[in-house]
């Protein structure tokens, strides 16, 4: 009876395989850049990304070409062929201890690599700095808007950034789930409405890169990839950026006051506070972390978060500012918080608001 | 009778399962997509509670421990009943039989009054409904009512066993249906216990 | 002649032969012809579902789009998507092929439970026809996924999803409780765990997926359904609800599902490429371990749908390594079949080669799947095209092949009649090329910039687009010929007796079709059924393929 050695064809055939399998490799890690498979590639960490797919594809590539050249080699060598008789029958061998543990072995020797890798890029996508420009940007049905530190309104055409300078981008929404998405940089994150997702990068090369929505968000989802991010060298940024807060200058992100004399904070009653809040409030405001948007940014510890020690209107986070704040209302990133009379407040609600908001903690 | 003609049929027949092991096992395996049911609900609401709204969420009050507890009191007894009433059944004690399971079925009635108590209190008094009161509303009413509604086919389902065991549809060595009754209780009482540690203690 | 005692499972199972056409065809409690009718409604859908992808296919043959309105296309796809995961693949590999041959293969008569069986096939037309009139009343458009806050909104056709996915549940649920139970309880005498066909590992491992992850999607499906009916708060973030919850509920099901779709297809493939190597099949004990495994670990990755949706950083560390190592049990399958195939005398059969396309297929498909599983390459391809390109290639290259690959291998066991030969290699060449033409660009044209769901696209990409419109009609040929082959050879196919694949399993072993007792005799196992060279290892068959009546009924 035959015995399951391998021929000499399966080790030609293994030869050929090898030489095609290194000549995918070298194919994957040699070209100069992964553009026929991926767009150009600009910012960092984006770099990372086309590593790791370097990796896998080149790796991908001697396995698959394994996998096929057997499946093809033994269809054609091990076929039954018009000199067998009809009933011949294969070798019966039923397994075989060391194949089978290699076979397990070694994927799992690669499947391990693989985690080490992508975990060492994972790590860098999370390190990255966070002290340069902080963006935000909010998807809307059926297009993006973003907001820039210290200027009133919203950007609404294209989103400018300065090439070399860390970005850090939160991104929410304002309807359903959208999801941002820049090719060019290789950057990716839902923006969920009541959540901020945050991604952090720099772009290297000045241009203009498309940003896409890649969650279904309606009708318009389609056509919702009309806008870019434009990379501009830093005095280019600079000069875009003041002309558009001058522009802008007029715009009024505060409402006027509305309300009649100063509040006395004095005796406020908390536990008013507190229903006065489920009936006023909570239609907008989780009692969450500030994160945790439903209109309005979430209240735990307004008045005593270290990490927001200012309030959305730029001012330090006191009584009286919050106060201010319930008194005036404020047009912000977030939308429109009402004044005190939109809201139907009288000066002893918001005193009492104010006592059960300093219970938050 | 039915029968077949089998060659050395002694050993097979031995070896083939027998119909009430497969109801049991099927019986079984339906419990425990029905505990993945409840499990998902219960992981819904504390994905909803650990979101961090504060819990409960403001303007909104916690249904009172007490009447639940006495809730609780009840349906564990008549998961006792429920127990003896099975072991007399299979002592041939068939009255003591009956009128536990009369007891568990009225216990069963009582747990629905108390939830019913519960509820029209949560409604009319305190303003906590199913649709209106966000996802606390959401989550009591969807997961309460669920068990409630086990609650109920259960009595009707021990409704019908005790009827089928007074025509003698049952006996000593044939009681496949009050098992899986028996079985069928027990679980709505240990949902209840993780509803009830969920709801009212944490 | 002995007398089976009336407490046995065997006299459960024999209830005379119905007679009439509803109590035999319609209204069934024979799990053969229930197997069949799921077989037939699910080819139904499939026709219903594959018009769809060619209106998706007309669609974007131009940048503009154009054919339909971006609404109608957004209605198309979700429909496409659902109706082939739940009315196709799902229940033909489980109803369908699961029912026909997996009591057969154990020796049993029937499943556990006949009339819990009917059930859950009279569930599944029902909720289809539910699902498709969902058109008149405005079809979801979320996709197959159904995202809230968007699937909160719409007309009353997403209301009829949900319920029409439910009840597909609910047979699911009914059908994975039957087949476990009929596998634990109804294996003839001898047949233990090890020496079960492959196919019956595959369903024994897809069981409890279908009745465990079904139940998490069904409360998912509650929840949406009260939510848009009485507005009871769950996913609206704008009432305190939160929208990842769903993407949490639906994954947890909707991964399993993907092993739901493919672990009874890799069942066939080891019945398959044994018989027309003529070899026993490699390493039967890795085979079957590696089934189980994926269906655990099934459970434990539905996260990697979720990378970019915000959930913390670290949380998503190990849904990615367990990800990656759903791989290695799947390189076991793979490896197995290979070895398989080594040293054999194989059959190019229509069968095989359905088989052979299959690894060639669904292992790129597995690959990409582990390319999309690295966060840092999920995060720049999730949600583009990269992501129907995998799953094309999983589900058309591997579960569909699958079926495909089984039909050919058991039609002659349902209608004693083979399929044309001829026929079927012309399907199989038309239909790898419209396949190959058709999705593997798509994993170009996701990672270079082009989202899914979309209607109208960067005109860039247009050429690509209407090359691949024009393979998909190659496929779609393709597959009419199939069709044409069955319809015809069901009367005119050659006669091919009871066991024309010389195989050895015990659905083989009694007449094409099977009579309605399956067995005039209960066999007995003790052996394996992959040993060609060995005899069958059963016993008591000797009167199967004879006349010699069988004496059931009152005595
Ligand atoms: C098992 C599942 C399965 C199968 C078999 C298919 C089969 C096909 N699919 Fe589908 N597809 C999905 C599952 C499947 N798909 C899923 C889950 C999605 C995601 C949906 C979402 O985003 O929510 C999707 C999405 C999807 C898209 C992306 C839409 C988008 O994101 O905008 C596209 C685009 O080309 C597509 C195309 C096709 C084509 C051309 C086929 C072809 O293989 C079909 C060929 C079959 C036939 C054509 C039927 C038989 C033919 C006849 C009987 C002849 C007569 C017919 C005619 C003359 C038309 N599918
Ligand atoms: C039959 C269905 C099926 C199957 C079997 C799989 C199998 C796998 N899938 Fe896939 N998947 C889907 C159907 C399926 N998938 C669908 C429908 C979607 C999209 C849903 C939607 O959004 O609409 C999806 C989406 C999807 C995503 C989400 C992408 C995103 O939306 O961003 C991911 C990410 O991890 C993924 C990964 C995998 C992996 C790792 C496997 C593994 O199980 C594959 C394992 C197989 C192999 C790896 C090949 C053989 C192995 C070897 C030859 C051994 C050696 C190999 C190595 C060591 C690498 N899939
Ligand atoms: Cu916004 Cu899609
Ligand atoms: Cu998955």
């Not at chain 2, 709505?188 to 009212?200: A, E, K, P």
């Not at chain 3, 687009?465 to 024009?470: A, W």
Request: aromatic share 14%; charged share 10%; proline share 6%.
């Amino acid at each position: 009876m035959e015995t399951n050695k391998p021929g000499r064809g399966f080790w030609v055939t293994t030869a050929i395989l090898a030489v095609i399998s290194i000549a995918g490799v070298l194919y994957f890690w040699l070209m100069p850049s992964v553009e026929p498979w991926l767009p150009p590639e600009g910012g960092h960490p984006g770099d990372q990304v086309d590593w790791l797919f370097r990796f896998m594809s080149s790796t991908a590539a001697v396995l698959y070409t394994f996998v096929v050249g057997y499946v093809i080699y033994f269809a054609i060598a091990y076929r039954l062929r018009r000199s067998d008789p009809p009933d011949a029958l294969g070798v019966q061998v039923h397994d075989n201890a060391k194949l089978e543990i290699a076979w397990t072995v070694v994927p799992t020797l690669f499947v391990i690599l693989l985690s080490i890798l992508s975990i060492k890029i994972w790590y860098v996508l999370q390190i990255q700095p966070t002290n340069g420009l902080v963006v935000e940007s909010i998807g809307r049905q059926w297009y993006f808007t973003f907001r820039y530190p210290n200027v009133n309104g919203e950007v609404t055409d294209a989103m400018h950034l300065p090439v070399n300078m860390p970005v850090t981008l939160n991104l929410t929404s304002n309807d359903v789930i959208h999801s941002f998405w820049v090719p060019d940089m290789r950057l990716k994150a839902d923006m969920i409405p009541g959540m901020i997702n945050t991604i952090r990068f720099t772009p290297t090369r000045v241009g203009r890169y498309q940003i896409i929505c890649t969650e279904f968000c309606g009708t318009g989802h389609s056509t919702m990839d009309k806008q870019t991010m434009v990379v501009q060298s830093m005095p280019a940024y600079l000069a875009w950026y003041h002309d558009w807060q001058q522009r802008n200058a007029h715009v009024s992100n505060a409402i006027p006051t509305v309300s009649s004399g100063a509040i006395s904070l004095a005796g406020g009653d908390a536990a008013a506070g507190r229903t006065l809040f489920s009936q006023k409030c909570s239609a907008c405001h989780a009692l969450g972390p500030f994160e945790q948007r439903i209109v309005g940014p979430g209240l735990r510890g307004v008045l005593h978060d270290e990490s927001h020690p200012e309030l959305v209107d730029g001012d330090e986070a006191t009584p009286a500012d919050v106060a201010k704040i319930l008194q005036n209302g404020y047009t912000g990133s977030m939308g429109h918080m009402p004044n005190q009379a939109e809201n139907g407040l009288s000066n002893n609600d918001i005193a009492n608001l104010v006592a059960f908001l300093n219970t938050l903690k | 009778m039915a029968v077949v003609s089998i060659p050395g049929g002694g050993e097979v027949d031995q070896l083939y399962a027998d119909t009430r092991e497969l109801r049991l096992q099927g019986f079984l395996l339906f419990l425990v997509s029905d505990v993945v049911l409840f499990s998902s609900f219960i992981f819904a609401y504390l994905y909803l509670r650990n979101s961090g709204q504060g819990w409960p969420p403001p303007g909104i009050a916690r249904p009172p421990i007490s009447l639940a507890a006495l809730n609780s009191a009840i349906l564990f007894g008549s998961g006792a009943t429920m127990h003896y009433a099975l072991e007399n059944f299979k002592r041939g004690n068939f009255l003591r039989y009956s009128s536990l399971m009369l007891w568990t079925i009225l216990l069963g009635i009582l747990f629905l009054c108390g939830q019913g108590i519960e509820y029209t209190t949560l409604y009319f008094q305190d303003h906590v409904s199913w649709a209106g009161s966000g996802i606390f509303g959401a989550s009591f009413f969807t997961l309460t009512g669920m068990h409630g509604f086990h609650v109920f086919c259960g009595i009707c389902y021990l409704v019908v066993l005790l009827l089928q065991s007074v025509h003698g549809v049952y006996d000593k060595n044939k009681y496949f249906g009050l098992t899986a009754g028996t079985l069928y209780w027990h679980f709505v009482d240990v949902i209840w216990v993780v509803l009830f540690s969920i709801f009212y203690l944490i | 002649m002995s007398v089976i005692a009336e407490h046995g499972g065997i006299a459960e199972h024999i209830h005379p032969e119905p007679q009439g056409f509803v109590r035999k065809y319609v209204f069934s409690l024979d799990h053969k012809i229930i197997g069949i009718q799921y077989i037939i409604t699910a080819f139904v859908f499939f026709v219903l579902a594959g018009c769809l992808a060619e209106i998706i296919r007309i669609q974007l043959m131009h940048a503009n789009g154009g054919f339909v309105t971006a609404n109608t296309y957004d209605e198309v796809y979700s429909i496409h998507g659902s109706a082939m995961v739940w009315l196709v693949i799902i229940p033909m590999l489980t109803g369908g092929f699961g029912n026909f041959v997996m009591p057969v293969q154990l020796g049993a008569r029937d499943v556990a439970f006949p009339w819990l069986n009917m059930i859950s096939f009279w569930l599944f037309p029902v909720a289809g026809l539910m699902l498709f009139s969902s058109f008149l009343m405005g079809a979801p458009v979320a996709g197959w996924t159904e995202y809230p806050p968007m699937s909160l909104q719409g007309g009353a056709g997403t209301s009829m999803w949900c319920a029409a996915i439910f009840l597909v549940g609910v047979s699911s649920t009914l059908t994975g409780i039957n087949f476990l139970v009929t596998i634990l309880k109804m294996r003839a005498p001898g047949m233990t765990f090890t020496r079960m066909p492959l196919f019956c590992w595959g369903q024994l491992a897809t069981a409890p997926l279908l009745m465990i992850a079904t139940t998490a999607l069904a409360a998912a499906l509650a929840a949406l359904f009260m939510e848009r009916q009485f507005g009871v708060p769950f996913y609206d973030p704008t009432k305190g609800g939160s929208p990842v919850l769903w993407q949490h509920m639906f994954w947890f099901y909707s991964h399993p599902a993907v092993y739901i779709m493919i672990l009874p297809a890799f069942g066939i493939m080891s019945e398959v490429i044994s018989v027309f190597s003529r070899k026993p099949v490699f390493g039967y004990r890795m085979i079957a371990f590696s089934s189980a495994a994926i269906a655990l670990a099934g459970f434990m990755v539905w996260a990697h749908h979720m990378f970019t949706s915000g959930i913390a950083p670290y949380m998503q560390l190990p849904f990615m390594v367990l990800t990656f190592a759903i791989a290695v049990p799947t390189g076991i399958k793979i490896f197995s079949w290979l070895a398989t195939m080594w040293g054999g005398k194989i059959h190019l059969t229509t069968s095989m080669l359905f088989a052979l396309g299959f690894l060639v297929l669904f292992t790129f498909g597995g690959i990409s799947g582990v390319f999309l599983a690295a966060i840092p390459f999920d995060l720049h391809v999730h949600g583009t095209y990269f992501i129907p390109a995998h799953l094309h290639f999983v589900l058309v290259g591997g579960s569909l092949m699958g079926i495909f690959s089984g039909m050919y291998y058991w039609f002659p066991k349902m209608t004693g009649r083979y399929l044309s030969e001829f026929w079927g290699r012309v399907h199989f060449a038309l239909f790898v090329i419209g396949f190959l033409g058709t999705f593997l660009p798509m994993h170009w044209l996701g990672a270079e910039g082009m989202p899914r769901r979309v209607a109208s696209y960067d005109p860039q990409f247009q050429w690509v687009n209407q090359l691949e419109s024009i393979f998909s009609f190659i496929m779609t040929a393709a597959i009419l010929i199939f069709f044409v082959n069955m319809l015809y050879c069901i009367r005119n196919g050659k006669k091919a007796g009871h066991n024309p694949w010389g195989a050895r399993t015990l659905e083989w072993q009694i007449p094409s079709p099977p009579p309605y007792y399956n067995f005039k005799h209960i066999p007995s196992v003790f052996g394996l059924p992959y040993d060609f060279t060995e005899p069958l290892p059963y016993t008591h068959l000797e009167d199967e393929l004879t006349d010699a009546p069988v004496t059931v009924g009152a005595q």
